[in-house]
């Protein structure tokens, strides 16, 4: 860790760095396990090139998920814009309880049901280091054309990572939304980026969210996430149905709920998503 990170890191904890072990940081940041004087451990995260305003909204949207206090959630101990940082409380891990699954798909369940206040969100936030739109909606079909996919799949073509012709074909079928998105529900409080790498086993072997892209929308967008790259139980869908039933026909749209993490994938970083995506877009044709 460099000196001059150091400087902006110990004015924000309880007494200063004792030790500082680099460890995985995800895909836009770098990361460290600090130990200060005092013995407490922390999770200090460094966005090199973050866009303005996106360690704060990492905070924010951890504590937002935290108000419903059903699944846990990593704890913030400090933010700084200037450097910029976020540090988290560090969080010991063991292996999954029994029951890991089953706590975790009825977690996720009560979650979604503590509800947020419309479709959206107060502010815009972010996925990854990409711009996500909040701007409430009164319908969620709207929302999710027109704040999740319209926007990406602009972006995307004008970026040269999609191909107009397939730009053009998603961009048609933002009409058929009203339809395609399924039966109106109350808004949901998602996490908004909820793959396997991003649920952490605390030290009661119970799930720990960390890293997340909140909003208001459909129980259905975090469900379909959690799919895309697998590494959940069936045993945690099916206590998330029995907590808090789905529709018949949820099955049938999750590859359309996925349209909106393929396309950030597309933007970020492009290759065989593409395809995939290609491939989600003709079974709604």
């Excluded at 988290?88 to 009560?110: K, V």
């Amino acid at each position: 860790m460099e000196p001059e990170l150091r400087e902006h890191i110990d004015p924000l904890l309880p007494a200063p760095i004792k030790t500082a072990e680099s460890v995985g940081g995800g895909d836009i940041g770098e990361a460290w396990r600090v130990e200060v004087g005092s013995g407490e451990r922390y999770f200090v995260k460094h966005y090199a090139d973050a866009p303005d305003g996106l360690v704060q909204a990492e905070a924010q949207g951890l504590e937002w998920l935290a108000q419903a206090d059903t699944v846990a959630t990593a704890r913030v101990a400090a933010v700084c814009d200037s450097a910029p940082l976020l540090i988290l409380d560090w969080i010991e891990t063991r292996s999954p309880s029994a029951d890991f699954a089953d706590a975790l798909g009825a977690g996720l369940a009560r979650l979604h049901a503590f509800g947020a206040p419309g479709f959206g969100l107060s502010e815009d936030n972010f996925i990854g280091k990409l711009p996500q739109a909040n701007a409430a909606c009164e319908r969620w079909s709207d929302f999710y054309a027109y704040r999740r996919i319209e926007p990406l799949v602009r972006r995307a073509r004008d970026a040269g990572s999609l191909p107009p012709g397939l730009a053009r074909e998603a961009s048609q079928m933002l009409s058929r939304f009203d339809t395609l998105c399924g039966p109106e529900e109350q808004p949901a409080r998602l996490h908004g980026d909820l793959w396997n790498g991003n649920v952490m086993t605390g030290r009661d072997g119970q799930a720990i969210l960390i890293d997340p892209s909140v909003y208001g929308g459909h129980r259905e967008m975090d469900l379909a996430m959690m799919r895309l790259f697998g590494g959940f139980s069936e045993r945690t869908f099916d206590a998330y149905a029995n907590e808090r039933p789905l529709s018949e026909e949820a099955a049938d749209r999750v590859l359309f709920y996925q349209f909106y993490p393929l396309l950030v994938h597309i933007t970020l970083f492009g290759g065989g998503y593409v395809d995939q995506f290609a491939q989600a877009l003709r079974v709604y044709r």
